[in-house]
């Protein structure tokens, strides 16, 4: 069985509404190692490389400063909006992970959204 840590970026099958079919995406970690050990779910956040998440990021969204370093192919950006849990067995691989500065990024943009 695969381990997954927080900051992981994995690669989710997302199945598409009405369930007729569906697309690989990248996906980045965000529940704690101690939370998702214990349970068939990941808490994530998907990636998009939609260029205008990119160059115009609204709130909750998180452009990657190093996102080549992770193995995406195009500047991608982390959607803090979009969080959701998703079962281990949909998960492809695992790309590789964020770098802190990143991560921390993303962790103070979830603090903001949950007002934790």
Same mark, same amino acid.
Request: proline content about 5%; some cysteine.
């Given at each position: 069985?695969?381990?997954y840590?927080?900051?992981?970026v994995?690669v989710?099958?997302?199945v598409?509404?009405?369930?007729a079919?569906?697309k690989a995406?990248?996906?980045?970690v965000?529940?704690a190692?101690s939370?998702h /050990? #214990? %349970?068939t779910?990941? =808490?994530?956040?998907?990636i ?9 990021? +609204? ?13 995406l ?5 982390v959607?803090?909006?979009n969080i959701?849990?998703?079962? /281990? #067995? %949909?998960?492809?691989? =695992? ?13 103070? +943009?979830?603090?903001?959204?949950l007002?934790?």
């Amino acid at each position: 069985m695969t381990t997954y840590r927080r900051g992981d970026v994995v690669v989710v099958n997302v199945v598409f509404t009405g369930q007729a079919g569906g697309k690989a995406r990248p996906a980045l970690v965000v529940s704690a190692d101690s939370f998702h /050990k #214990k %349970i068939t779910d990941l =808490v994530v956040c998907p990636i998009s490389s939609q260029p205008r998440f990119f160059t115009r990021p +609204g709130t909750g969204d998180h452009p990657l400063k190093r996102w080549k370093a992770v193995g995406l192919h195009h500047p991608s950006t982390v959607r803090i909006s979009n969080i959701v849990a998703v079962e /281990k #067995k %949909i998960i492809k691989r =695992v790309l590789g992970a964020v770098h802190a500065d990143d991560l921390l990024a993303v962790e103070q +943009g979830l603090r903001a959204a949950l007002q934790l």
